[in-house]
């Protein structure tokens, strides 16, 4: 079984650049949740899917984030513009739904310079 | 809110010796309670997970865990370490609500050191 498909693993754009992050969620999987981690810390929930509805983005922010999630699928996780503090590990997770028992893919490293 | 204290950020064990990485965790009920393994540049791996019954739980690659509810504890142990076994182990608790599985709350992790 294929796990969680992430891209692009590294991208390194300037400040006020746009970018944008794929995730392909393990097949079946209903729930897709998108994480950043900073350097030495653990991972921040941003965003949760259930199917394609967003039913969790509290931790969002919205001024410069956006997602979506196409029939409830992929997802796509965007920063416009990009701030020098959205360094960071970009990690997308899904899960079958019981207890948030979630799969990472191997992450999204973004350097804003 | 529920929160994840992982109070030691480095350990370092000779290889061979044995581990016990400690989390406390506080949260109103019963969580799910998670430990996740992460090497350098990559993903989070699942070693291990507690939902209910049983409270000594078996994971991966010879660890396992101990639910201590009067403790608030969910402590990660294994008999005789690895060097492979360096990384950042991640504790983390949640939860499952009536629309779905909400997201994971981290601690902030504990890098482990490998000694030959």
């Known amino acids: 079984e294929a796990g969680v498909v992430q891209s692009p693993r590294y991208k390194i754009i300037e400040k006020k650049q746009p970018v944008a992050f794929w995730c392909n969620p393990i097949?079946?999987?209903?729930?897709l949740y998108w994480y950043r981690q900073n350097l030495g810390q653990g991972p921040e929930l941003l965003i949760r899917y259930e199917n394609e509805e967003a039913v969790d983005d509290s931790q969002l922010p919205k001024d410069r984030f956006s997602a979506e999630r196409l029939k409830g699928v992929d997802s796509t996780l965007k920063i416009q513009p990009a701030e020098l503090g959205d360094s960071a590990v970009y990690l997308c997770?899904?899960?079958?739904?019981?207890?948030?028992?979630?799969?990472f893919g191997q992450g999204t490293r973004l350097t804003v310079v | 809110a529920q929160s994840v204290t992982q109070p030691d950020i480095h350990i370092t064990v000779s290889e061979g010796a044995s581990l016990e990485l400690r989390c406390n965790y506080s949260?109103?009920?019963?969580?799910?309670l998670f430990w996740y393994v992460q090497s350098p540049g990559q993903g989070l791996q699942l070693l291990l997970k507690y939902f209910s019954g049983d409270t000594l739980v078996q994971g991966i690659k010879g660890f396992e865990a101990e639910f201590k509810r009067s403790q608030s504890s969910f402590n990660l142990r294994k008999p005789s370490v690895h060097w492979s076994d360096a990384a950042e182990y991640f504790c983390a608790v949640g939860m499952y609500s009536g629309g779905g599985a909400d997201g994971l709350t981290f601690g902030k992790g504990t890098h482990l050191i490998i000694q030959p």
């Open positions: 097949s079946g999987h209903n729930t």
């Open positions: 949260y109103g009920a019963t969580p799910y």
């Open positions: 997770a899904s899960s079958p739904g019981r207890g948030g028992l979630a799969f």
